[in-house]
């Protein structure tokens, strides 16, 4: 695996160690430590030169790490398409949520593991780049379309915007569409492992695509919650 990441990180001695330990996997990792020259960094990149993947923490001295993810995902092109795996110091839980309606991908709390670092880039450039194959189909739901080649979303022809991971769980639920899925097994389905005790992630992001796909979100018709279970998308659809 050969990927460029990006780290925005104002301490230089986690990022020097970040930097080191990843290197190893041959994971080749930009340092900024602030959200000025991190965000400088992307909008100066040509798509050829945009890094892989952003690692982004939540303290910055000049911007908060919430700003920091929304400007990036209002970034013009594939700037904003850009994976965004967020560090949280912070103990509350409501500054993960509001990371992931704001479109990270994926949190990971400090301290860390270095090594859990490496399973979750992994795990999402693996979602990348696993759906580019020829014989991935256009999976269709009355105007939805998902292109798993592409890795687009229309609906009646209008192209919606999903992050990466947003993506990978309307994946997941449409290649089983009509089948209830407990949380549990959605992300068992994405990324290959279960939920943490943190697990309200999936209904922020189901909020998302709902509000992307949905003529109204609050009365949706696509993807159905079950009550006590978890959701299904349904296969008849307008």
Do not use: W
């Not at 949520?97 to 991908?105: N, P, R, S, T």
């Amino acid at each position: 695996m050969h990927a460029q990441l990006l780290m925005i990180e104002d301490d230089a001695r986690l990022a020097q160690m970040v930097g080191e330990y990843l290197g190893l996997s041959g994971l080749r990792v930009m340092h900024r430590a602030d959200g000025a020259s991190g965000l400088a960094q992307l909008q100066g990149a040509g798509s050829g030169a945009l890094p892989d993947l952003v690692i982004l923490d939540l303290m910055l001295p000049d911007m908060d790490g919430l700003e920091l993810c929304r400007r990036i995902r209002a970034l013009p092109g594939s700037a904003a398409q850009l994976p965004v795996l967020m560090l949280t110091a912070k103990g509350d839980p409501m500054d993960r949520v509001i990371g992931l309606e704001l479109g990270a991908d994926d949190y990971l709390p400090k301290p860390f593991e270095p090594r859990e670092l490496l399973a979750r880039i992994r795990a999402i450039l693996r979602r990348r780049t696993s759906g580019a194959t020829p014989a991935a189909q256009a999976l269709r739901f009355g105007t939805l379309e998902i292109d798993r080649n592409a890795r687009s979303v229309t609906v009646a022809g209008q192209q919606v915007e999903l992050t990466s991971y947003q993506f990978d769980l309307l994946v997941a639920l449409a290649e089983r569409a009509g089948r209830v899925l407990t949380r549990e097994q959605i992300m068992e389905a994405v990324r290959g492992r279960g939920l943490e005790a943190f697990d309200r992630s999936i209904d922020v992001h189901m909020g998302r695509i709902r509000a992307a796909i949905e003529a109204d979100a609050k009365k949706p018709r696509r993807i159905l919650t079950v009550r006590g279970v978890g959701y299904v998308l349904a296969r008849q659809q307008d």
